[in-house]
């Protein structure tokens, strides 16, 4: 089964995601995460995106296919894919079309988490993550028990760069302008779209979701 978490920065994808995948043993592919790591890494591909990603804009569409590509090549992929942050562009959902085709495998499902602007713009205000293990928080909904610790492996937290309020408007317009019209392209391809409520406790969201994907 392969499914995609859909909705703006900060609706909440990046924790049901790795909820869902912690507990159904899907392969999340965040690709957010990925450029993130590589540019941490110091890839060519990491020094690419960087200023995209700074300025709030959208990765090359064929840059994003390619490190998609890469990873549903891998066995891991075939117990199923929970996409995260993919795809943003209508581009990059006719590629992901393809790549599925040619794998002998479809997407079943589209899950939007709804939520509203306002709410976004506090929730990445208040959110940080850990650079070693990937954990996020928030701090004023799911602070860490120690200020700026993470509580699952001591790291310090940080606040993304592109999480400050600037970039954040330029991120939900970039959202609202090439990305939400994925929507309207899956729903005339007849693929299934959800919408689920996304301003509600994590775990109420986790049962919704869960509950579309037949758990
Ligand atoms: P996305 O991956 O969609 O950008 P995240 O999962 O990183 O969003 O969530 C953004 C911030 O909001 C994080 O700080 C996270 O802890 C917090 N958050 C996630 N889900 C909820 C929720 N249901 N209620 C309140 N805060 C939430
Ligand atoms: P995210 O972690 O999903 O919020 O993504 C952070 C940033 O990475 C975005 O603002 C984009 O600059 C870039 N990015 C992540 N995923 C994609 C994608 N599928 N297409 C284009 N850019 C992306």
Redesign the pocket.
């Known amino acids: 089964m392969n499914f995609i978490l859909f ?1 703006p ?8 995601g790795a909820l869902l995948a912690e507990r159904f043993d899907f392969l999340r592919l965040s690709t957010g995460d990925m450029l993130r790591e590589a540019l941490a890494a110091g890839t060519q591909l990491g020094l690419e995106a960087r200023k995209f990603m700074a300025a709030g804009e959208l990765v090359p569409d064929t840059v994003i296919l390619g490190m998609v590509r890469d990873v549903m090549a891998s066995p891991a992929a075939r117990a199923g894919v929970v996409f ?2 993919f795809p943003r562009t209508t581009a990059q959902a006719e590629g992901l079309g393809d790549l599925l085709r040619d794998l002998g495998t479809k997407l079943d499902a589209v899950l939007v988490l709804d939520v509203e602007d306002e709410e976004l713009v506090r ?2 205000a ?2 940080v993550a850990c650079p070693n293990c990937g954990a ?3 701090r004023f ?2 602070p860490p028990r120690s200020e700026d610790t993470c509580d699952r492996c001591g790291g310090t937290l940080v606040q993304r760069e592109d999480d400050r309020e600037d970039t954040v408007r330029r991120r939900l317009h970039v959202y609202r302008e090439q990305t939400a019209p994925v929507l309207a392209f899956y729903e005339a391809a007849g693929v299934p779209v959800h919408h689920i409520a ?1 301003d ?3 775990e109420e ?1 986790q049962r919704e979701l869960a509950r579309h994907i037949g758990r």
């Open positions: 909705g920065p900060g609706a909440g994808k990046g924790t049901q995260d942050g929730r990445l208040g959110r996020v928080y928030n909904t799911d996304g509600r406790p994590v969201v």
